[in-house]
């Protein structure tokens, strides 16, 4: 899978390299719109990482450029803007998610996961890993061929941590990926643990293995 | 207003004692000078007779035995002059005088005054002294009159003071009470300079033109402040990223020991704190640019499910016994982003700031919002909405929630408030 990053903040973007690489993800860097726009015309990519604010143009413009040129790429647009402007006219103009600085790796780890499997298998949306099936469409999931009922928020804590295979994943991520902007707001993210819990209890008895392991004092990571 | 009077009422005392005194002053004057024309006029009018009288007898000659005759009876006729003859040859000359007689008619008693002229005269060459005397208002009368005159006239021009002085606060100070309107609903946070009207009296004009200078200056600062804080927060957020990502690679390290580990949770914590500050830095600068235009109606019972069913992971967690109580259908008019906001930061406040196994309540009825939560003792209501002004010793407290409620409440009209009753806190919002 290859992701092109356009971040102008060169540290911040060797850290998602850093991150992704580790996903099996080969990414490429461009550090401002005139690379950016270089490398869309020579490459195709599954993914995109967007930085809005760009030394010498708009990421804005860019998109418009990918949707001029018919390019597949999914796009994810990072912004320190935080601006629901921007956010609605980039979704319109194409892009596949927004997602605000700053964020977990994590999270944007999950974006990506879920953006690429959007455009590649747009009709049968289904993970597969050692016998447990997961369709995303259907948001449901099944160990064996024995169904198991989770709840929503089970669920989208199940494809975080599939989009974060091996990765830790602090207790502070987790929480923002439940509950959004609500979770900056609020320190105490001890209801993770409970939803976390419940997950591995439901896998468990439905005779999985044991891919989710507890970090101590940190937090949680999907280990296979 | 205590011992506070308009501004016109202290000239008008002063006025006032002024012309008191100068009045008074004239009584005397007016008293004197009159007296004096009285007194010249009559002296005049005296030696008038007298020339008449001279010469009448010279067109007309007597002789001497019918003389003596003719006076006695004109002298008991009793008209004011009389005709003596002169025996004493002293030939003095004329000499004027003021006397004060009883009236022998009136049926009170009642003192006259007369001014009298004695002068001699010769009659067949016969010496005579000749007295002639009238009648003179008499001094104390003129005081009196002139001083109820006085009086009644300084009364008139009391009353003319007090209606001209009401006029002219009336006009006159037309445009000074405009500006003053205008300068007491003059609000800061929104970016309206005032528009004086134009006077064309020089003082008001100057007042105007000063406090027009004043006004321009405080909303430039108040707008560099802003965009000052808008710039800052933005800045702060690509640094703010990097420690986020850096935190989390650093997660990844296989060989992080345990304390370590704790470590990089506390560093998490107080980043996601400082995180919250700048992000509601940012939002509290985006409000008050009226960055949130679009409006729509929203359903307020439907928006407060929402928050809550986000929120109940919280509200669970802590083992909060929650309330809601919403029976009436409201519909709001208004930016959607900015009402969740709202919601959210007060049951947010109610979560963060309330007794371990307390209570938190929702209702909503008659177009109040009204959320309550347990708390061990009143809040400061003058300082409770104001940035950063509780002592946040929660770490999870990032000082401008309610600063946010409170503005996007101005933003709108709505009424905001605050209290505590039976260890209850209640913040109320009137829609």
Known sequence: ?224 | MGNMSKLLNKPFKAFTLYALIILVCSIPVYVFVVDYIWLAELDEHNQIIKQQIEKGFEKTPIDAAEIDKLLTFYNSIGQGTKITPDNSFAKITDSIYTITRENQYADELEIDRFRGLLSYITINGKPYKVTIETNVEETDETLLAIATITILFFIFMVLGFIILNKRIAKKIWQPFRNTLEKLKVFDLTKHQAIEFEKTDIEEFEELNTELSKVIEKNIEAFNQQKIFIENASHELQTPLALLKAKIDLLLQNQELTDAQSQIITSINSSLSRVTRINKNLLLLAKIENKQFTDSQPIQLAQLIEESTESLADYINQKGFVFDKNINTQLIVNCNPILLEILINNLLINAIQHNTSSGKIGIELSNGILSIHNTGYKALNTQTIFKRFSQSSTTTANSGLGLAIAKEICNGYGWKIAYAYTNGLHYFTVTF
Not at chain 1, 45 to 51: E, N, V
Not at chain 1, 93 to 116: C, M, N, Q, W
Not at chain 1, 134 to 141: E, G, N, P, S
Request: glycine share 6%; proline share 1%; charged share 25%.
């Open chain 1, 1 to 224: 899978m290859k992701i092109l990053i356009v971040e102008d903040e060169k540290e911040l973007a060797h850290d998602m390299v850093n991150y992704l690489s580790g996903q099996s993800y080969i990414c490429e860097l461009a550090h401002n719109f005139h690379q950016a726009v270089e490398k869309i015309n020579l490459y195709n990519y599954d993914c995109i990482l967007l930085d809005l604010m760009l030394p010498d143009g708009s990421g804005l413009q860019l998109l418009e450029i990918l949707k001029q040129q018919n390019k597949q790429e999914g796009v994810i647009i990072i912004s320190a803007k935080n601006s629901i402007e921007d956010k609605v006219q980039g979704l319109q103009i194409g892009a596949d998610d927004y997602l605000a600085k700053p964020f977990h790796l994590s999270e944007l780890a999950a974006r990506i996961y879920s953006v690429i499997r959007r455009r590649q298998f747009a009709n049968t949306n289904v993970i597969e890993q050692n016998g447990l099936v997961v369709d995303i469409q259907a948001k449901t999931v099944s160990l064996n061929n024995t169904p198991i009922v989770l709840t929503k928020k089970e669920f989208d804590l199940l494809l975080l941590f599939l989009g974060n295979k091996n990765k830790v994943i602090s207790k502070s991520a987790l929480a923002e990926h439940l509950s959004g902007d609500i979770a900056d707001m609020l320190d105490n993210h001890d209801f993770v643990y409970a939803h976390v819990k419940n997950l591995k209890k439901k896998l468990a008895e439905a005779g999985g293995e044991n891919y989710l392991k507890t970090v101590y004092g940190t937090g949680y990571k999907w280990e296979i």
